[in-house]
């Protein structure tokens, strides 16, 4: 851990919710600085090396994947020495709000990104939107965007039922348009699963020169859940910061979906799904042999016993 960055370690698990960001602004400010924006929204910055770090994040999803109720980014900040910009929202928000369009206005007017030798945008879901969408602040950046949304404009996007809510909701304003926001962004990673049919519809938005589309199929709708549990979404991230990340790099980090349980379930489910018995097989002899997996033994041996009822013919054994 970087010198001084000691306290970032202490557990704000167990604070009531205006303690919990009055101490996210207590720890902020201790090495940085912390901005209110408004009600729902606020800012925390820690400023220690020349490489900086934008996430975008909710509370909700802060104490969900923390332990220790702290945002993502200050456990890479803490190892790797990093500056770490966070811009934290109460709810799914997409970061629509006058306040924030004004703090990135001033962090621009202020030359704020222009003191960082390499600067990366990340986020997921609506958090990945304000990622692509807030990056054209930091010309040069690299940004990294799991399953965003392009719009929740109904003009553009009336197929996407999900944020019903957010229908009034202006996306044609101020950073509006996220992909027409990534035009000044040196390279653009959208990761998503192409079987989940309106983050592929969204994704196909993203379709421009500078952006490399990374298909993660049955994976599922909680991709930054699953990148964390296979223990690569810091790698990956860590690779964006160095100027390294490509997708060969990319998919290197995502030979772990191997040992990934949740990943694996939804690949023998979909070939269940489509009666492919003999590849199914094939899986769970695999899994069986590499991993301590009952479940995919007890598959395994009832598929034995449809072969030998005659049902289909088993893979040989090497």
């Not at 001033?106 to 958090?127: H, K, M, N, S, T």
Request: glycine share 6%; hydrophobic share 40%.
């Amino acid at each position: 851990m970087q010198d001084g960055l000691e306290n970032l370690d202490e557990s704000l698990a167990d604070l009531a919710p205006e303690q919990w960001r009055q101490r996210m602004a207590a720890l902020a400010e201790q090495h940085g600085m912390y901005q209110s924006l408004g009600d729902r929204h606020f800012a925390t910055f820690i400023d220690q090396d020349n490489t900086l770090l934008v996430t975008f994040e909710t509370v909700q999803c802060i104490h969900n994947l923390s332990d220790q109720a702290q945002p993502l980014g200050f456990d890479l900040i803490k190892n790797l020495g990093w500056s770490h910009l966070c811009v934290i929202s109460d709810g799914d928000t997409w970061f629509r709000d006058n306040r924030v369009y004004g703090f990135f206005d001033q962090l621009i007017d202020d030359g704020f990104f222009e003191e960082f030798d390499r600067v990366v945008f990340y986020g997921a879901g609506p958090c990945g939107y304000a990622a692509a969408a807030f990056s054209v602040a930091a010309p040069g950046a690299t940004v990294l965007a799991i399953q965003p949304q392009a719009t929740l404009d109904p003009q553009m996007s009336e197929w996407d039922d999900r944020f019903v809510e957010m229908r009034l909701t202006s996306f044609t304003d101020r950073y509006g348009y996220a992909p027409d926001m990534l035009d000044a962004a040196d390279h653009a990673f959208v990761i998503y699963d192409p079987r989940e049919k309106l983050d592929a519809m969204h994704a196909a938005l993203f379709n421009r020169s500078n952006v490399t589309r990374l298909r993660l199929p049955n994976m599922g709708d909680t991709l930054q859940t699953r990148l964390i549990e296979m223990d690569i979404l810091y790698h990956v991230l860590s690779l964006a910061g160095s100027g390294k990340l490509t997708a060969h790099r990319f998919w290197q980090q995502y030979r772990a979906r191997r040992t990934n349980m949740t990943y694996l379930r939804r690949m023998v489910a979909r070939l269940e799904d489509q009666d492919r018995p003999f590849l199914c097989a094939l899986l769970c002899r695999n899994v069986a042999e590499r991993l301590r997996a009952p479940r995919f033994r007890r598959r395994y041996k009832r598929l034995e016993r449809r072969a030998e009822a005659g049902e289909f013919s088993m893979p040989p054994k090497l």
